[in-house]
């Protein structure tokens, strides 16, 4: 097994190399700058450089499991958001069916549940989220896409709460906790499934349990 992890210099993405790291899982990261490169070298990851707006196809050789957590930054517009959450997403489905991965997990947005019901600043980035998890689901490999509420950067309490709602008062989950389910996922060969979830005080492995013996697949 090595997995590639996609979106390393991010906020969740670091959390999730960590995660990685502490299950002894081989990875792999992509990063566009080798300015990057020690910090993930330092976590015992092989280090791979490419540009998701372009071909980045050779960072798959010889990868078995994907987990793509890049995001559009704030701000900075439908161009982007068009680029890194929708078409880099489905570039890498691609490339993940031609080489037969055994598992795609996209870190999405639970706003991609409902796009049309979303903040007008919300609407085009949540469209993109859906169209790249439509894209995932109809590519025929094998996925999990996680759709997680409002994000902090808590520690991590390893628990969750199902949702398929953006709701104002939701309970914000942490970054280490998308992290800790994003590689549960790998590790136990969680399959064709969307989850939604925001904080809340049932322990990831739980509510994957859960999944597993009846697949919820919203």
């Known amino acids: 097994m090595k997995v590639l992890l996609i979106g390393a210099h991010g906020r969740t993405g670091r959390h999730i190399a960590r ?14 700058k080798s300015a990057h490169r020690g910090e993930f070298a330092a976590l015992g990851a092989e280090i791979v450089l490419g540009d998701l707006t372009h071909d980045f196809s050779h960072a798959l050789d010889d990868i078995t499991h994907v987990i793509y957590a890049a995001g559009s930054a704030e701000n900075e517009g439908v161009n982007e958001e ?20 055994k598992q795609l997990v996209v870190i999405s947005a639970i706003s991609a549940y409902w796009p ?7 609407k085009h980035y949540s469209k993109m989220k859906r169209e790249a998890d439509d894209y995932v689901q109809a590519s025929g490999v094998p996925y999990v896409i ?20 953006r709701c104002a008062d939701a309970a914000p989950v942490s970054r280490d906790d998308v992290a800790r389910i994003a590689v549960a996922c790998i590790k ?8 939604g979830f925001v904080g809340g005080d ?3 492995d739980d509510v994957l349990d859960a999944v597993q013996t009846a697949p919820i697949n919203r």
Do not use: H, M, W
């Open 116 to 122: 049309k019901s979303n903040p007008l600043a919300l």
């Open 188 to 195: 136990r060969d969680v399959r064709d499934e969307v989850i």
């Open 19 to 32: 995660q990685l790291r502490a299950a002894s899982l081989p990875f792999k990261v992509l990063l566009r």
């Open 202 to 204: 049932v322990p990831i």
């Open 82 to 101: 068009r680029a890194i959450d929708r078409d880099a997403v489905q570039r890498t489905a691609d490339y993940a069916k031609r080489r037969r991965t």
């Open 146 to 165: 996680l759709r997680p509420g409002p994000l902090c950067d808590d520690i991590g309490r390893g628990t969750i709460a199902l949702s398929t709602e």
